[in-house]
Nanobody
Framework: QVQLVESGGGLVQAGGSLRLSCAASGRTVSRYAMGWFRQAPGKGREFVAAIDLSGSRRSYADSVKGRFTISRDNGKNTVYLQMDSLKPEDTAVYYC????????????????WGQGTQVTVSS
């Protein structure tokens, strides 16, 4: 099983940018489709973005399309989420996860999650 650690969160003003990282250990991330998810206070966890094994296919939630970009560096065993034009409603804890199936990633069907990284966007 692959272990994942999220980092890169912080406090940023609306309109600003952050880049989140998801570092993998235990197994090479190149075998897995990867995804980012987020959970805002008082809300359920939601899908943000996913990327296939090669990085050629990406999908996004409508709320972040055109502002967020998911990418991967298999050589560094890391997946990134570049977040631009941030809005206060992007405030949440952000998580990454992985599965051999891209469909499972997009559906967010995971039994376990890491600690995530907090993103706070001030207005």
């Amino acid at each position: 099983q692959v272990q994942l650690v999220e980092s890169g969160g912080g406090l940023v003003q609306a309109g600003g940018s952050l880049r989140l990282s998801c570092a993998a250990s235990g197994r090479t991330v190149s075998r897995y489709a990867m995804g980012w998810f987020r959970q805002a206070p008082g809300k359920g966890r939601e899908f943000v973005a996913a990327i296939d094994l090669s990085g050629s296919r990406r999908s996004y939630a409508d709320s972040v399309k055109g502002r967020f970009t998911i990418s991967r560096d298999n050589g560094k065993n890391t997946v990134y989420l570049q977040m631009d034009s941030l809005k206060p409603e992007d405030t949440a804890v952000y998580y990454c996860n992985a599965d051999l199936s891209e469909k499972v990633v997009v559906a967010g069907r995971f039994d376990s999650w890491g600690q995530g990284t907090q993103v706070t966007v001030s207005s």
